[in-house]
């Protein structure tokens, strides 16, 4: 059993974690312990300091050393003296805002709980535990129930929160956070991943200091320049060292993690939706639902941490018939022609590519509507035939005669001003009356909380889908949202906006690809700006940033693998000079970059030597015989390429049988020795051979002592061995 109750302790225990929480004498609901087992009741570890100005309850009476703004909580709630970051904020029909919730009742069930309307981890019966904790306001029928999904196998444990209103007044939700995990004790770093458009997900490390610290967006999407994913560190954590925990947030919208350091050196974290762009009216009997968390945690570093990530999303979050299956190599226009192609120079790209053993075409932004530029067509989303001469289905059976595949890309959230749809339906476009809309990339948004928009979008991306052989969509979204309101809202419910918008793209999603089981759905926005586990369970890859300078691309694959599985990693090799950054690097480093993830092309291969163009078709065979091994295998990060002069990673096979490395070496210097690069998870007393060459290792030297990389020559030079079990 994951869940054990004694008396009112929640023990709840994975494989290699420990999760505590009591009901004390009073009812209030006290965090006990996240982390490593202990096979102990961990109360002992609580102080009942008396702290000036830390008030305390009424039930206490004249006790002054029981305060809500010391003891480490489950659940911190406002306007009742518990002074940190709270974790829910609720105004009553009076106005007054104070929530004091007591313990209740709990539930266990087997399985995993869903969230209606919301991405959530998925489980078999057998795999999963729910616990339920139901909490309730002193002076309100305001009930919080706190749920726990346990996953043992794992070791996640997943966090999500229904607040149910059962009086009949209405309440205003202000704030209402997925998580609120505190720390009475510790000496902790924090890592978040900022970024920006083309740079995303840059791990930055930083002392928890006194006060707050947040990483947020309130863009209505989760952002380039922040994830929705946050680790804390013991100091002195290392990849393969020392104690982290991380937590997830699987929501797509604005969301907010606050990190805090109180007066008594605790630390609290808390992660939700953010508050800024968000309230709701909760009437009487009705009930909301907070998106999930997941959370992990680790004994033996950030390693092993990320590895337990990447096997929950890709196994219990992603979905769909491609969830474990092989991705298809593809081959995408957009940076082989942009906005200027037809069906003739298409069909070029896509002989040449069927010719070096490509899968996929796909075609990018342009094919529909009048799109010369990005100044227009959004929303029209019907075949531009003066482009594609002969429409979709002839070039759909075009592409499939070479024998590949063929998909799409929409951007369905968006609309130009210049086109059919906002002419016919202005209305429909989000801005406030009596205000000139922000434009972003020249563009409005497409209110996504009112059905007959969701509708409209689900009857034109399944015409396109129904009318030609379409075997995967590209989901992009290319701007930042302002200026919420909908028509469709009442004045008084105008802050849930956010949300909402969030819910009907779900919604959306859910449809299609419910519809679709066949289609491969690939997220994108500007690159990497929704690069979330929300969007992951819809679709099984997201386009990993519209930087593809392999050098670049290291660091921003390095900031993603602290979470997100290979597999959902979208990765191209693309022209030299670089269209981003002019940088030149060789055709077989950029080749090893794109295969940590999911691998294709993007530029026209007919303009390569014949030389290059052999170097694709080789590239491709061996992506097709490491593919398994690196979306089924262990992921070790090697190096870290935001310090050192080597990008390297590896994977292991889950049997210990193979390992594959890759990287690539930043910049030769001269008279150097050769680099020494230590692996990691192999079996020491193994054998392995480095495939190509007689040499045999034990797993212990590969590990203790390391391989010599090759002797470089030159910038950027490519990593890869291959190691077999003897
Ligand atoms: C942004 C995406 O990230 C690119 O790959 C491309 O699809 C463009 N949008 C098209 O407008």
Redesign the pocket.
């Known amino acids: 059993m994951a869940v054990r109750v004694e008396g009112k302790v929640f023990h709840l225990e994975t494989k290699n974690s420990m999760y505590q929480m009591k009901a004390d004498e009073y009812g209030v609901l006290r965090h006990l312990w996240y982390g490593n087992k202990t096979g102990s009741d961990m109360d002992y570890l609580l102080d009942y300091p008396d702290v000036g100005f830390a008030g305390n309850i009424y039930d206490a009476d004249t006790c002054r050393t029981y305060s809500l703004n010391t003891l480490p909580l489950e659940y911190g709630t406002a306007g009742v003296g518990d002074y940190r970051v709270p974790a829910v904020s609720i105004t009553h029909m009076d106005g007054s805002n104070a929530l004091d919730l007591r313990y209740v009742d709990y539930r266990i069930t087997k399985g995993k709980y869903a969230i209606p309307g919301l991405p959530a981890v998925y489980a078999e019966e057998a795999e999963a535990e729910t616990l339920e904790i139901i909490l309730k306001d002193t002076a309100t029928d305001i009930y919080v129930i706190l749920k726990y999904g346990i996953l043992e196998e794992y070791d996640v444990i997943t966090r999500s929160v229904v607040v149910e209103n059962r009086g009949e007044q209405a309440v205003t939700l202000q704030r209402v956070h997925s998580l609120c995990l505190d720390f009475p004790y510790g000496d902790w770093e924090w890592i978040h991943f900022h970024g920006r458009h083309a740079m995303e997900r840059q791990p930055e490390r930083q002392e928890v200091f006194h006060g707050i610290q947040e990483s947020s967006s309130m863009r209505g999407m989760s952002s380039h320049q922040q994830n929705p994913a946050i680790l804390l560190c013991e100091k002195g954590c290392t990849e393969t060292s020392g104690f982290c925990i991380g937590a997830v947030f699987m929501y797509s919208g604005s969301f907010q993690t606050q990190v805090e350091k109180d007066q008594l050196n605790q630390t609290r974290i808390v992660m939700g939706i953010h508050p800024d762009t968000f309230s709701w009216r909760l009437e009487g009997q009705d009930s909301f639902y907070a998106p999930e968390v997941i959370l992990s945690c680790s004994g033996t570093g950030m390693g092993q941490l990320s590895r337990q990530f990447h096997r929950i999303i890709r196994e219990h979050v992603c979905r769909g018939n491609y969830k474990l299956t092989e991705r298809p190599v593809l081959i995408?226009n957009?940076e082989a022609t942009y906005f200027d192609f037809d069906d003739e120079k298409l069909l070029n790209i896509a002989k040449e590519a069927a010719r070096l053993g490509v899968d996929m075409m796909v075609m990018?932004?342009g094919w529909f509507g009048k799109r010369d530029d990005?100044y227009s067509g959004l929303g029209d989303w019907y075949v531009n035939e003066k482009k594609l001469r002969g429409g979709l289905v002839k070039l759909v059976e075009q592409v499939n005669a070479l024998g590949m595949k063929f998909g799409i890309?929409f951007?369905p959230e968006m609309v130009s001003e210049d086109s059919d749809l906002y002419r016919a339906h202005p209305d429909w476009a989000i801005q406030i009356p009596g205000r000139k809309p922000m434009r972003g990339r020249s563009q409005l948004l497409l209110d996504m909380t009112r059905e007959e928009v969701r509708d409209y979008l689900y009857q034109v991306i399944s015409a396109v889908l129904n009318s030609a052989n379409v075997e995967y969509v590209?989901w992009?979204m290319?701007r930042s949202i302002s200026d919420w309101y909908s028509a469709a809202l009442s004045a008084d419910r105008q802050g849930e906006m956010p949300h909402r918008y969030v819910l009907g793209l779900y919604e959306l999603l859910e449809r299609l690809t419910h519809d679709y089981p066949n289609v491969l759905f690939e997220g994108?926005?500007?690159?990497g700006g929704r690069f979330d586990a929300g969007m992951l369970y819809y679709c099984p890859q997201i386009?990993c940033s519209?930087d593809t300078d392999a050098y670049e691309r290291t660091k921003i694959q390095y900031g993603t693998s602290f979470f997100y599985p290979i597999s959902a990693v979208g990765s191209h090799v693309s022209a030299v000079p670089n269209h981003q950054t002019g940088r030149m690097t060789p055709i077989e480093t950029r080749a090893v970059t794109a295969m940590a993830g999911s691998f294709g092309y993007e530029l026209d291969l007919n303009t390569l030597s014949q030389e290059e163009k052999d170097a694709v078709a080789e590239q491709i065979t061996r992506f097709k015989e490491y593919g398994p091994l690196i979306h089924n295998g262990d992921y070790y990060r090697l190096s870290n390429p935001m310090k050192d002069k080597l990008a390297a990673w590896a994977f292991v096979a889950r049997d210990q049988s193979r390992v594959l490395i890759q990287g690539m070496i930043f910049r030769t210097e001269a008279n150097m020795l050769r680099y020494p690069l230590r692996l990691q998870g192999l079996a020491p007393e193994k054998r392995y051979r480095l495939e190509g060459t007689e040499q045999v290792y034990t797993g212990a030297a590969l590990m203790e002592a390391g391989i010599l990389l090759p002797r470089s020559w030159g910038d950027y030079i490519p990593v890869e061995m291959l190691f077999t079990e003897l």
């Open positions: 995408n957009w990018d932004d990005d890309w951007e590209k992009d290319n994108c926005s500007g690159g386009w519209d």
